[in-house]
């Protein structure tokens, strides 16, 4: 699981989020109508695939460092 950490203030009813990495958001800390403080962890997200594709990057790294 990843965190996705979010600054700001949000005046809005209605808010449309769009992450940097299409990742699935695997828990919701929170429901609707519920207040939150900042700073607080809203949900996370499933981070597998960018984990995997770390680990591919960091052995190309290695073998081209070899």
Do not use: S
């Not at 769009?18 to 109508?33: M, S, Y």
């Not at 403080?37 to 960018?50: Q, S, Y």
Request: aromatic share 4%.
């Amino acid at each position: 699981m990843g965190l996705l950490k979010v600054m700001g203030e949000l005046k809005l009813l209605k808010l449309i989020f769009q992450p940097k990495h299409q990742e699935e958001l695997t828990l919701f800390l929170v429901k609707e109508g519920d207040f939150v403080k900042a700073g607080e962890v809203l949900a996370t997200m499933d981070t597998r695939t960018l984990k995997e594709q770390l680990h591919e990057v960091q052995a190309q790294l290695e073998q081209g460092q070899k």
